[in-house]
């Protein structure tokens, strides 16, 4: 085999075992998360049975809306967790008014039913989740503390034999392995199937998640025409106060020149340099604007590069983490990047922040964007910061937006596009 072919097939490999660990750390934090809600659902199942129990003697009857409230607010929770990880599940309308309604409600039933699944096989696959990485790790580093223990307690994680010499300590420690080869196979398949209730019963009936998505879909194109007309007028703004400036001074100065010529030629030379100078700036200046619609280095060569591109343009230090195998879209790749843009404006104009990071990852259909300092925080959308137009591109593609900044830092905003597969 040719040395280039084979440091291909090298790099193929290496891509795939970083793509399968990627993927097994995800199915683990989805998984852990899933047990988090799992547990709440264990809750309101039982609360929900007494409250049951009680209404039999009429006592319950009361708590029944408190107790579908809390039922409500669960399933959202799991409705967000699900959105974050794959296609959003839309949220449901509020629980209605009046016993009756609220128990013959479809939505509600549907609740019920995945409460009952959650509570129990997401629980249960959740409790595994947890458990396999423990017993991974333990039997893994089994050979380096086993002469430590008592005798008695130097086992494996799964009890089948104690261990009286280093020979039992390797078949502890290649029991590890075994178990971390389990992770990596069956813990994608183990996340999908703990999900798979919450996206069969949480999603809404076609008929309201139809009339939601038309809903949805008026409101973000309001909001696109309106970061489209933001951008029109920054656009404006940058030529009117910036470009235009120096290409007048050039008009002025020419002007200046032809009048010299014929009165005091020695000073021509100085004139036309100055004229020079300012169309050179006019130039610079309408690069730059050009650069801030979309930068040629982007149609180029790629989304990392041009990122790379803004970090190192930043005023405060700025690391760029972008690990994307595959071109997306050009109008999501665009707006992947004028959010970073963004983002690292108002890092370095209100964060007051040492460091910042942008890590850029694409997880199936997902371009998955974050951008992190450690600055003071406090950013709000509402402020005026450009927040808000960042939003508002972002919900145009279909994507999410999450921003979590706490006073005193460190700021994290995170977004998602749809790419295709």
């Known amino acids: 085999m040719p040395a280039h072919e084979s440091r291909s097939t090298g790099t193929r490999s290496i891509r795939r075992d970083v793509a399968s660990a990627r993927a097994t750390l995800d199915a683990v934090e989805r998984i852990a998360g899933g ?7 264990a809750l309101v199942l039982v609360w929900l049975a007494v409250v049951t129990l009680a209404s039999v003697v009429g006592v319950g009857l009361l708590l029944v809306p408190a107790a579908l409230r809390a039922l409500r607010a669960v ?11 794959g296609p959003e599940v839309i949220g449901a309308p509020p629980v209605p008014t009046g016993l009756r309604a609220a128990l013959v409600d479809s939505t509600t039933r549907r609740e019920l039913g995945w409460v009952a699944v959650h509570a129990t096989v997401g629980l249960l696959v959740g409790l595994i989740g947890l458990t396999l990485p423990l017993n991974a790790v333990r039997d893994a580093t089994f050979m380096l503390w086993w002469q430590l223990v008592p005798p008695a307690d130097a086992t494996a994680s799964v009890g089948l034999w104690t261990v009286h010499n280093w020979l039992g300590a390797v078949g ?14 069956t813990f994608p398949g183990m996340a999908r199937l703990q999900a798979w209730p919450g996206r069969r019963l949480l999603a809404p009936d076609r008929g309201t998640d139809l009339a939601l998505r038309v809903s949805q879909l008026t409101a973000t194109r309001a909001g696109a025409l309106d970061a489209h007309a933001a951008e029109l007028r920054r656009i404006e703004r940058s030529l009117h106060d ?6 007048v001074a050039v008009t002025i100065l020419l002007g200046a020149a032809r009048r010299a010529l014929a009165r005091d030629p020695a000073d021509v030379d100085a004139i036309l340099e100055r004229a020079q100078t300012a169309a050179e700036q006019a130039l610079a200046e309408l690069r730059a604007v050009v650069r801030s619609i979309l ?30 195998a595959d071109r997306c879209a050009a109008s999501v790749e665009a707006t992947a990047y004028l959010v970073v843009a963004e983002a690292l404006t108002n890092v370095a104009q209100h964060s007051h922040a040492g460091h910042a990071t942008v890590t850029v990852r694409r997880y199936g259909d997902q371009l998955h964007v974050q951008v992190t300092d450690d600055g003071r925080g406090g950013a709000d959308e509402r402020s005026g910061t450009g927040i808000l137009g960042v939003r508002r591109r972002i919900e145009a593609h279909d994507g999410t937006f999450g921003l979590t900044s706490p006073p005193g830092g460190p700021t994290v905003l995170e977004v998602r596009l749809p790419c295709g597969s």
């Open 35 to 41: 047990l988090a809600t799992a547990i709440l659902a």
């Open 295 to 324: 930068p040629p280095v982007l149609t180029d060569r790629s989304l990392a590069d041009a990122l790379a591109g803004l970090a190192a343009t930043c005023p405060v230090p700025c690391r760029v983490d972008a690990a994307v």
């Open 172 to 185: 502890v420690g290649l029991l590890g392995v075994g178990w971390v080869a389990v992770i990596v196979v």
């Open 242 to 247: 910036g470009t235009q400036n120096p290409i």
């Open 75 to 85: 399933a959202d929770r799991e409705r967000a967790r699900l959105s974050r990880w």
